[in-house]
Each structure stands twice: as C-alpha cells, then as structure tokens.
C-alpha cells in the first residue's frame, strides 16, 4: 500500500493508505456484516428495553429502547452506503443521517433527564433492564471496535461514525446498568439523570464530528 496526504480535518489520523481491490472488498464485506449485526442487535435490544421500560414506568430503560432505534437508524445509513457500487458517492449523506441521529438522541436525552429531576415518576426495579444493559456492556465494544478497525483501514467516515454511534450505546448501557442498580439497591433515584446529561454533550459533539465529516479515518 502507497500513501496519500490525509484530509482529515481534525488533525487526528495520519496519511490515508491507498488499499488494494481485493482487499477493499474483503473490508467491505466485513464493514456489510458488521452493520447487519449491529441492526439486528439493536432490534432486539430495542423490543426487550421498550417492554422492559413500560412495564417498570422506567424513563432510562424507554430512552435506551429508543435510543437502540436511533443507532437502527444510523446502522442503515451505512448499509445502504455500502450497497451500492460506488460507497464514497454516497459518503456525506450516510454521515448526515447519522449526525441527526447522534441529535435526536442527544434531545432525547436531555428531555428525559430534566422531566426526571422536575419531579418524574421514580421507576420500579428491572431485573430485565440491569440484565439487557450488562449484556450491551460486552456486545457493544465488540462491534464498535471491529467496525472501526475495518472503516479505518477502508478510509470511511460513515463507518468509523457508526461505529462511534454503537460505542456511545456501550455508555448509556453503563449509565443505564448503574442508574438500575443505584436505584434498586439505594433508592439513588438522580445517579442516572445526572450522567445521562453528560452522555447528551458527548452525542452532540460526535454529531457536529459527523456532519462536517470529521471523523479519524
């Protein structure tokens, strides 16, 4: 492989290598796989949250449902970039997509957070909810960090956005688990508000990332 300058605009990665057809192809297969099992994870973690979080009136649980339907939503944008024969035309609407999505989940977030501390409905236990997020815990990182390897080496942005999107489910599964726990063992109601507030600032930086198109590739 030959190297190129490097048009990373945040000035975090180094040349971009130029890779070899048949390499290309095997990246991206695997970025396709990737994708299809990220979807297919988020499906079903969606349904499990969603159900979960009704039954236990649990704000957290809903919002990691539907945050789940976000990063459906974003996985998608990169399926549909690597279905065609040219992925880099199709390149800057993938990571626009997946700027709104990192948006909307921010938004989400935060709306949730306030109406919480304003004086929302403290939810039950969920033994469901602190199973479901211990899993995402180990799922999660997995993908991420095999999706970003491969977007890297391919030189996408959309990828290696993506991948972002599932590490910040990886966080939220964190901020969920211990949120459940606190609450369940020490009635800590707050623990989950105040650092889901936190992970709201992280999706609005990852997003203003992906819509200038700035991820390190």
Known sequence: MTAEPDGCADGCCGPVAVVAPERRAVLVRRVRLL???????NVVEAVVALAA?????SGALIGFGLDSVIEVASAV?????????????????????????????????????????????????????????????????ALSAAQRRAGRELGS?????DSRQTLLCTYLSGVL???????????WWWADPVVALAIAAVAVKEGRTAWRGEHCC
């Not at 994708?35 to 994870?41: E, G």
């Not at 688990?177 to 009635?187: I, P, V």
């Open 35 to 41: 994708v299809a099992a990220t979807i297919t994870y």
């Open 53 to 57: 979080g009704t039954a236990a009136s």
């Open 77 to 141: 944008a990169v399926a549909w970039q690597f279905s065609g024969a040219d992925p880099e035309a199709r390149e800057r609407r993938a990571l626009k997509v997946i700027a709104t999505s990192f948006f909307a989940l921010a938004v989400y977030v935060t709306f949730e957070a306030v109406t919480t501390f304003s004086g929302g409905e403290a939810p039950e236990t969920s033994r469901t909810g602190i199973v479901l997020a211990a899993v995402s815990l180990v799922v999660m990182p």
């Open 177 to 187: 688990l211990a949120g459940l726990l606190l609450n369940a063992l020490l009635g």
């Open 157 to 161: 942005a959309s990828a290696v956005a």
